[in-house]
């Protein structure tokens, strides 16, 4: 059976920067934020990696990305992305990031969703992060889910596969370590993933350039979407860090492998 | 069709009307100016060859993982950028700022550590009976005049990374080019004489293009092949090469530098070395230094000089409690017009540091790359309109020309000369500048009939290290599978540096707060060793000491001496391709290395 894969997924900050919260009451935002180089959502990614590896399994399949990202930040991004695997492109010119209010958010992803010219619900399976790198809300795709009226939910997804009557069996973590595997009959459903199994493909550059006929007009059309500010922040701050380096010489490195070990012990 | 093992298409040939190496800012000038011009009224019917209907398929491939991953400490007039962008508003360029106030410093030597020659011993000496006088201060003097030649007054300081950001999200937001980062070529395609387009490194498929435009820097893949199979035109070489180095720091709340000061230094770390300080917006500064290839030292560092360099008591005293945010590094190609290879043929065209537009008089290139970029944007533009196609003859009349009319080529052409004088020493070098540069190119000094090379470890350190100490420490370095030049900087008096976890930070540090440094898995090495035997015999193992990311080793674990790379730390500098003295390093095109963007 061809599924309509939609993933929605946003730009994160590439996680090797250097993140500072720039603290403003009504528009807090990172310090430099302009300048940050960007890489798509990882939780997203895994989703979009899970959804073009069952569409390969399922031909006439299309996915689709749909991302509420500022556009030029967006472009850039699509130039690496666009390189693992063939869909389509949703784009809305927004604001990123982790300081937008989550419901805002997914009722602006729902809205071009639901105005899908050809949105088939009957073969429509929902992906996205399960979170987010940029906060990690961790609410998005179910509020997108219940605007769109999928009421079949599955979050912290590790692995989807598709039994000989079509129906989903789908691994999902649950406290304790566990997964809790479900079968749910057909779509329409929402799967919020967790890392998946696979690594991230390789780029492709025929892949780039052959999705780019898409993207590009997807792109120069991209719907500006303004956020209502709806949460007052308090405080921002980053987790805490700890760095502790010491130089040593002279030390065997069986030695420093038993400190190390005995340090994360602790 | 046949697919890859990921299920992807393999072995297509893409076609495109235009491919474009490397994505700095000579083709970034291109893409500008290209992407302007085919939004013009009078360019309505220009369509593709490659795909009839549509526009012309622009498409450009950078090594680097993001467009923004480019190194460059850049002080620039700006004449070309601002001629292309009249409306260039700084503010919307993060890091950007105009040039406010701007010196040319001579650091003395605080450690007593450096090789200078007496006549610069003698120089440091009178500063500092006559400090009162002359106005020495910490151990620095602020010249009271520069050369004309060496001003930028008139300019802007930027983020090579956060301009290239900028001006490629501004071409890709026309719709009308696209600019595909992580994405290394392995070479052009050659056919005859003529170019036929690239071969991409990742699955070696082809990209076919009626125009291949080569602006890939001083070590790029294509350009370097180019030059294997065209040769370089006669009297032309590339054989004067540096590698600039930099941090990128916050500063501590207490320092008085402003925005938009612009510091050039000599003297320190150590004569040969050229340092730099510029101030961006937002309390952030650039440091550096340019460690030239006529430096003879054996055991060439970049890393350790820089951290000397920070900690000179002229700089310490704005820069101590700052921290490091980024660090980079990168070749650069310092034979200016003398290496200038072949610009046109048929089917390409070269612009950029790889086309030799560096000017090493005024140490100025990203606006003269640009330049180069735009003024075959326009070249391309005509030929475009006229259906004339993208011959030798074509290119030449319309770009080449336009190039040699301009103020690029009267400037190359005062520069060309002016660095003769290094190769036959400091002092020498500094009056061949002068006089190349106050004369407009018509005096200068002579080159040497054999460029300076560097010298043998028992020659560079005789009278200060005997025959035995080296000896001694070429055997430590190996036990501990530690570059030489550390040890050797140790015996000579440098102090050690004491590492405050911020901004004094270990090279390996470095790479990771600073550089940010990744290599991605399906790639495999990118430099090899190709004869291991040239490697055994070899004396110093330059490529070890130079390397800018601690990547190349002489490893304990592999003690046959032959060095080893490790590719999670290269930053893709090329250092190691030009220090090698017998030419035994192939360097190819692959993407990683750095993922700072505020180099």
Redesign the interface.
């Given at each position: 059976m061809p599924y309509q894969i939609i993933v929605c997924g946003g730009l994160a900050p590439d996680p090797l920067q250097t993140l500072e919260p720039v603290f403003d009451p009504a528009k807090p935002s990172l310090k430099n934020e302009l300048m940050l180089p960007a890489v798509f959502d990882p939780w997203a990614a895994h989703a979009l990696y899970e959804a073009g590896h069952l569409a390969k399994q399922h031909p006439g399949t299309v996915v689709r990305v749909v991302s509420l990202a500022p556009k030029a930040k967006l472009q850039q991004v699509m130039m690496t992305v666009a390189q693992k695997m063939p869909f389509e492109l949703v784009a809305l010119d927004g604001p990123g990031g982790g300081f937008t209010d989550a419901a805002a958010v997914s009722a602006a992803l729902a809205e071009a969703i639901s105005a899908m010219a050809d949105l088939d619900r009957s073969r429509l399976l929902l992906f996205g992060g399960w979170e987010s790198a940029t906060r990690g809300a961790g609410v998005v795709m179910q509020r997108v889910a219940e605007r769109l009226g999928i009421t079949e939910q599955f979050l912290a997804v590790d692995e989807l596969s598709v039994d000989a009557d079509g129906s989903l069996v789908i691994k999902e973590r649950i406290e304790g370590g566990r997964h809790q595997i479900s079968r749910c009959a057909a779509p329409p459903a929402m799967l919020a993933w967790a890392t998946g199994n696979l690594p991230e493909p390789p780029n492709h550059p025929q892949t780039g350039m052959a999705n780019m006929r898409v993207i590009m007009p997807a792109l120069q059309k991209a719907k500006p979407v303004a956020l209502e500010p709806a949460i007052e922040y308090l405080r921002t701050a980053l987790p805490a860090a700890v760095r502790q380096t010491r130089v040593v010489k002279d030390v065997p490195a069986a030695d420093i492998a038993r400190e190390i070990a005995e340090w994360i012990r602790q | 069709m046949i697919e890859?093992n990921?299920?992807?298409?393999?072995g297509?040939a893409?076609d495109a009307d235009i491919v474009c190496t490397g994505f700095g800012p000579a083709v970034a000038g291109f893409l500008w100016t290209l992407t302007q011009g085919l939004q013009q009224p009078e360019m309505a019917g220009v369509e593709s060859k490659a795909v009839p209907g549509l526009p012309p398929q622009i498409?450009c491939?950078e090594r680097a993982?993001?467009?923004?991953?480019g190194v460059s400490g850049v002080v620039t007039r700006a004449r070309a950028i601002r001629a292309s962008i009249p409306d260039l508003d700084p503010s919307a360029i993060?890091?950007a700022a105009k040039v406010r106030d701007e010196k040319l410093i001579y650091l003395l030597d605080p450690l007593g550590a450096t090789r200078r020659p007496a006549w610069m011993r003698l120089a440091d000496q009178l500063c500092r009976a006559l400090s009162g006088v002359l106005g020495v201060e910490h151990e620095g003097l602020a010249l009271p005049w520069a050369p004309e030649f060496l001003h930028k007054r008139d300019g802007f300081i930027f983020?090579l990374g956060?301009f290239n950001?900028w001006a490629?999200?501004q071409v890709?937001?026309t719709?009308l080019a696209?600019?595909?980062?992580?994405?290394p070529v392995a070479g052009p395609l050659i056919e005859g004489e003529e170019v036929r387009g690239v071969r991409?490194a990742?699955?070696g498929?082809e990209?076919r293009a009626a125009l291949t435009v080569v602006g890939d820097g001083p070590v790029g893949a294509v350009g370097r092949q180019l030059d294997e199979h065209f040769g370089m035109p006669a009297g032309r070489r590339r054989d004067e090469w540096a590698v600039g180095m930099k941090m990128v720091i916050d500063l501590p709340e207490d320092s008085a530098l402003e925005e938009g000061t612009v510091w050039h230094t000599i003297g320190f770390p150590e004569p040969e070395i050229f340092g730099f300080l510029y101030v961006h917006p937002?309390r952030v500064a650039s440091a550096g230094i340019f460690v030239p290839s006529w430096m003879d030292s054996p055991v060439r560092t970049s890393y350790r000089y820089l951290q000397h360099f920070v900690q000179h008591p002229y700089l310490w005293r704005n820069l101590r409690g700052g921290r490091l945010?980024s660090w980079g590094a990168k070749s650069l190609l310092e034979s200016g017009r003398r290496g200038e290879p072949y610009l046109a043929g048929d089917g390409y065209a070269r612009i950029g540091e790889c086309s030799g537009s560096t000017n090493v008089l005024t140490g100025s290139g990203v606006d003269e790359a640009w330049l180069t970029g735009a003024q075959l944007g326009e070249a391309v533009l005509e030929l475009l309109r006229s259906g004339k196609p993208f011959t030798r003859e074509n290119l030449e009349a319309g770009y080449v020309a336009r190039r040699r009319a301009s103020w690029l080529e009267r400037e190359s052409q005062v520069a060309e000369r002016a660095r003769n004088g290094f190769q036959w020493g400091l002092l020498p070098g500094f009056v061949g500048m002068a006089l190349a540069g106050l004369t407009g190119g018509r005096l200068a000094l002579p080159r040497r009939g054999e460029d300076r090379k560097p010298k043998k470890l028992a020659d560079y350190y005789a009278g200060r290290l005997s025959r035995s100490q080296i000896e001694r420490a070429r055997q430590q370095a190996e036990a501990e599978a530690r570059p030489l030049h550390d040890i050797l900087m140790d015996l000579c008096g440098w102090p050690a540096v004491e590492?405050d976890?911020q901004l004094l930070v270990?090279h390996q540090?470095a790479l990771l707060?600073g550089g940010?440094v990744?290599a991605?898995g399906?790639f495999p090495d990118h430099v090899v060793f190709r004869n291991p035997e040239l490697c055994l015999r070899c004396e110093a193992h330059l490529c070890v000491e130079i390397c800018s990311g601690e990547a190349i080793r002489v490893s304990a674990e592999n003690p046959s001496g032959v060095p080893a790379f490790d590719r999670e730390k290269c930053v893709h500098c090329g250092a190691c391709l030009w220090n090698c003295p017998v030419s035994n390093i192939e360097f190819c095109a692959a993407?990683g290395g750095l993922?700072?963007?505020?180099n």
């Open positions: - | 890859d990921n299920g992807q298409p393999q297509q893409l498409v491939y993982d993001d467009i923004s991953f993060p890091l983020s956060q950001q490629g999200q890709m937001m719709g696209q600019i595909w980062p992580a994405t991409l990742a699955d498929s990209v937002g945010r590492y976890g270990s540090d707060m940010k990744q991605p399906e993407p993922h700072s963007a505020e």
